[in-house]
């Protein structure tokens, strides 16, 4: 019989369908696909290359001159403008308010063959610092009531361009899944005076059994609710509500977790494509102590449908302590 799960922060149910269940290693990527390290170093025609450089989109490098590590350059096709007034207009069913805001791709390395999972970890740092310093500067825009940061990696994600990089949106309203997520997290406070996601956490190192890869500082786990196979958060042990709240130092220790978590999918499945986000508070929200913010990792190797699109239920074929182990290296690939 399959089995229905809830995620105890977002209150989401999926179907966990153990009948239908296939095992990790049915989702390991054909080895016909070309992965990220066999592509050429250098693509002469990649905007994101060095020697391309659209300098007129560019808003910042580290270090400067040629011989950068990471970039910061404007959309060439923003969803969002940076001038203009934001106005809100409400009238009827007509809600509205201009499209203004930052909508900004950071490039993380100057190699066209690699990706977060192949870089050291002090390259992660310099990508993570640059998230850090440029998600300050569009918050204190006061249009800007939310970022989001994420990811997308490989076309199944969204990715038009193969070359390493992750966007940074400024939003100048707070998103309903966030403020679902809010509303949640704020509701589990009051029934307790804990944060649900410490709560979880607190679990999930106890349990161990669904988890990745831990510190002193993070924690990795398949989510015991994965709506998608190998569906992973990671958790700062420390609660911060939000992303920019977190000191330099504390980051400093993320990268080598988030390589090696990264790492594994990369080693284990294949290269697979997939979506990662950081989940944080909105911009002008003090600390508080019921949300916590986190990264979410999403492999984009199932695909979802009508079901799903009508219900908000996710249907998924893996058992997620099994994909854990099968990222651990407990489970072998021809297992
Ligand atoms: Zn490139
Ligand atoms: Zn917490």
């Not at 949640?184 to 059994?209: I, K, P, S, W, Y």
């Amino acid at each position: 019989m399959a089995e229905l799960r809830q995620n105890l922060a977002t209150r989401e149910w999926v179907i966990i369908a153990r009948e239908r269940a296939r095992r990790p290693n049915a989702y390991v990527e054909s080895s016909d696909r070309l992965r990220t390290h066999e592509r050429a170093e250098h693509d002469p025609t990649c905007p994101f290359c060095p020697g391309n450089e659209e300098l007129d989109l560019e808003r910042a490098r580290e270090p400067a001159g040629p011989d950068w590590q990471t970039r910061i350059v404007r959309n060439k096709y923003p969803a969002l403008a940076e001038q203009g007034l934001l106005t809100r207009s409400f009238n009827g069913v007509e809600r509205s308010i201009t499209g203004v805001g930052y909508h900004e791709v950071l490039v993380e390395h100057p190699f066209h063959n690699t990706t977060l999972a192949l870089m050291t970890d002090e390259e992660i740092r310099a990508v993570l610092l640059m998230y850090l310093r440029r998600g300050k500067e569009i918050a204190a825009d006061p249009r800007v009531e939310q970022i989001v940061f994420f990811k997308n990696h490989g076309e199944r994600a969204g990715a038009s361009l193969l070359h390493t990089h992750s966007q940074v949106i400024g939003l100048p309203i707070v998103p309903g899944n966030i403020r679902h997520r809010i509303e949640e997290a704020r509701r589990f406070f009051d029934d307790t005076g804990q944060c649900v996601f410490c709560t979880m956490l607190a679990d999930e190192l106890r349990r161990r059994e669904r988890l990745v890869a831990v510190n002193e500082h993070f924690a990795a786990f398949v989510l015991y609710a994965s709506s998608s196979p190998f569906h992973i958060w990671i958790l700062p042990r420390q609660h911060h509500a939000s992303f920019l709240h977190v000191a330099e130092a504390e980051v400093m220790h993320l990268a080598p977790l988030l390589r090696d978590v990264l790492f594994r999918l990369y080693a284990h499945l294949n290269d697979p494509d997939f979506n990662l986000l950081i989940r944080s508070t909105p911009t002008k929200e003090p600390e508080n102590g019921y949300f916590h913010w986190y990264i979410a990792i999403v492999p984009r190797l199932s695909r979802s449908a009508g079901f799903e699109l009508g219900s908000g239920v996710w249907i998924n074929p893996t058992l997620p302590e099994e994909c854990a182990a099968f990222l651990r290296g407990d489970i072998s690939a021809t297992e």
